[in-house]
């Protein structure tokens, strides 16, 4: 098996909040496999995907690839847990991919005008030629907006709609007089957060002091939070309202650190040098399945199957379309930057 995803990075095998679940979820499992990674397409939906014989389990197809994996029963950790209801552990993956992929998506791409920014370049968008890099960041930020339905027009509206306004008294006592007045306001995007943190104090009141959510050995939904709370705790800056609302939950903190030491350390100082020492995106790097080490790929020619030739032919295709359709994007912006662009974005909502 091969697990094909984005490059390792802040002390992770892989940078990729995507990815980094479903290479959890293939060591949990015990299954042995290799870490590819791709450098062509930084920012495709595929990725991540899994190869096993003649079959691709793709992030964008069939509910993902830990789902597919799971209903295949090629690999099925919840199986081994016959006792549990599958309900529950769906209930509990549903809020992880929701309220917690939110918050988070919310953080990488629109918190503070894109003050993470730069942690969602290095993960995405490092490896490319400067003007594309900039151009897909750009367009990505755009899309997240869009999905969350967030511009800087109906912001305003949003948080007039769903404004609440609580009335505190707080005494201030000056001599004899007592003042007596606060207000707090709570817009629509702190909802992100409070649903969060809703979720972070179920979880951790789920897992308690067990090394899993549900019993002694992990199911698919310890591999969704893990890779969550692993990438919160390492790529996100102290900055980050949301790793800091993670930090008040000591038992998630402490469940995360110790998977890293079992599943992750053990070869993460090898992967910081990948990604750092990486002489060209033309060198794809991987790492077994016990994490010992991230080597190149062998330079010895050997005959391509079929499935191999299909697969450079997809990505020559795809690569392509990618660069028509930046050119083409350039050619009608006209070197608009990413700020005008935005105004322009803004403007359309006016009218």
């Known amino acids: 098996k091969t697990l094909v995803a984005r490059k390792p990075g802040f002390g992770l095998p892989t940078a990729c909040p995507t990815c980094l679940p479903v290479l959890l979820y293939l060591r949990m499992s015990q299954v042995p496999f290799d870490i590819h990674v791709d450098y062509r397409f930084p920012d495709a939906d595929h990725i991540p995907y899994v190869e096993f014989g003649e079959c691709v389990a793709f992030n964008n197809e069939n509910g993902g690839v830990i789902e597919y994996l799971r209903e295949e029963k090629i690999v099925d950790l919840t199986s081994k847990h016959p006792s549990v209801s599958y309900s529950d552990v769906l209930s509990t993956k549903a809020m992880i991919s929701t309220w917690l992929a939110d918050a988070l998506q919310y953080e990488l791409w629109v918190a503070n005008d894109g003050a993470h920014g730069s942690i969602a370049r290095d993960i995405y968008f490092s490896d490319l030629p400067w003007p594309i890099g900039k151009v897909l960041h750009w367009k990505k930020i755009r899309d997240v907006k869009r999905l969350m339905d967030i511009t800087k027009l109906n912001a305003a509206e949003k948080e007039e709609e769903v404004t609440t306004v609580l009335m505190t008294f707080i005494f201030?006592?000056?001599?004899?007089?007592?003042?007596?007045?606060?207000?707090?306001?709570?817009?629509?995007?702190?909802?992100?957060?409070?649903?969060?943190?809703?979720?972070?104090?179920?979880?951790?009141?789920?897992?308690?002091?067990?090394?899993?959510?549900?019993?002694?050995?992990?199911?698919?939904?310890?591999?969704?939070?893990?890779?969550?709370?692993?990438?919160?705790?390492?790529?996100?800056?102290?900055?980050?309202m949301l790793r800091s609302y993670l930090q008040n939950y000591d038992n998630l903190v402490k469940y995360a650190e110790d998977i890293k030491v079992q599943l992750v350390e053990v070869g993460s100082s090898s992967a910081g040098s990948a990604s750092s020492d990486m002489p060209s995106s033309s060198t794809p790097r991987k790492t077994s399945s016990s994490g010992q080490s991230y080597k190149p790929k062998p330079k010895a020619k050997k005959e391509r199957t079929e499935e191999e030739k299909k697969s450079r032919r997809r990505t020559k295709y795809f690569l392509a379309a990618q660069l028509i359709s930046v050119l083409a994007f350039l050619s009608i912006t006209g070197g608009v930057d990413s700020s005008a662009l935005d105004d322009d974005y803004d403007m359309d909502y006016e009218d």
């Open 172 to 240: 201030l006592i000056f001599g004899h007089a007592l003042v007596a007045y606060g207000i707090l306001v709570i817009s629509c995007f702190e909802q992100i957060y409070r649903k969060a943190t809703a979720a972070y104090d179920a979880l951790s009141t789920k897992l308690g002091d067990q090394s899993f959510l549900f019993d002694d050995s992990p199911t698919d939904a310890d591999a969704l939070l893990l890779g969550h709370v692993l990438f919160v705790l390492n790529a996100l800056p102290a900055t980050s």
